[in-house]
């Protein structure tokens, strides 16, 4: 059981250039997030997925794009990167939006990404 | 909206000794709160949460948290820590179900022999 599986672990970009962040979970739950992780910053929440076709921004949304492509995926895109996207990001799922609470959100391992 | 401030960026402390790590929220309805904690290089694992009921709250790997309501604080505390607690810890809230959790900026817990 992988639980939240995300790609690549690392990653060098020079300004300008995109990619995109893969998410993937293999509990069944519903709902999907990306966060962000810089220093003394703590985790800020990017975009979030309630439910299958639903994307909502969170607080940090510009610069990224998100796409739940089925249950299992959520990915984030960077289309044209910058220095202050250099960061570690952090996919998360939890069973639906509506319980996260009760049960909690399962993290993946992150991706280290620096932007040059 | 909801916010917390975690107090303190860094706390050292010497193993077998016990530990506090601050956590104050803002509010002006209900809210659901949590600790996560996070090893080197890992993602977050949830450590507990306070959702009602008792305000004492017990944890994973001997760790507890206090809800003081007129005090807006959820403070994780562990009696006798070990080297193995170095991590970082995250504290969260939530104000209702159907709201993403909301993080602090952490505190980094460094057990030293």
């Known amino acids: 059981n992988a639980g939240v599986t995300q790609t690549p672990k690392f990653q060098v970009l020079k300004t300008g250039q995109s990619m995109t962040l893969q998410c993937a979970q293999d509990?069944?739950?519903?709902?999907m997030y990306w966060y962000r992780q810089d220093p003394g910053m703590g985790l800020r929440l990017i975009y979030y997925?309630?439910?299958?076709?639903?994307?909502d921004k969170g607080e940090v949304p510009n610069g990224y794009n998100v796409s739940r492509l089925n249950k299992r995926e959520f990915s984030l895109r960077l289309e044209s990167a910058a220095p202050s996207q250099t960061s570690v990001y952090f996919c998360?799922?939890?069973?639906?939006?509506?319980?996260?609470?009760?049960?909690?959100?399962?993290f993946g391992s992150g991706t280290r990404l620096t932007v040059v | 909206a909801q916010s917390v401030t975690q107090l303190d960026s860094q706390v050292p402390v010497f193993e077998e000794a016990p530990v506090e790590l601050r956590c104050n929220y803002s509010?002006?309805?209900?809210?659901?709160l949590f600790w996560y904690v996070q090893y080197p290089n890992q993602g977050l694992q949830l450590l507990l949460k306070?959702?009602?009921?008792?305000?004492l709250v017990k944890g994973i790997n001997g760790f507890e948290a206090e809800f003081n309501k007129s005090q807006t604080s959820f403070h994780l505390r562990k009696p006798s820590v070990h080297i193995s607690d170095t991590a970082e810890y995250f504290c969260?809230?939530?104000?209702?179900?159907?709201?993403?959790?909301?993080f602090g900026k952490g505190t980094s817990l460094l057990v030293t022999p």
């Open positions: 998360a799922s939890s069973e639906a939006l509506d319980r996260s609470v009760y049960y909690g959100y399962t």
């Open positions: 509990m069944n739950h519903n709902s």
């Open positions: 997925s309630a439910s299958e076709g639903t994307t």
């Open positions: 509010s002006s309805v209900s809210v659901y």
């Open positions: 306070y959702l009602s009921g008792s305000t």
């Open positions: 969260a809230v939530s104000e209702s179900t159907g709201y993403a959790l909301n």
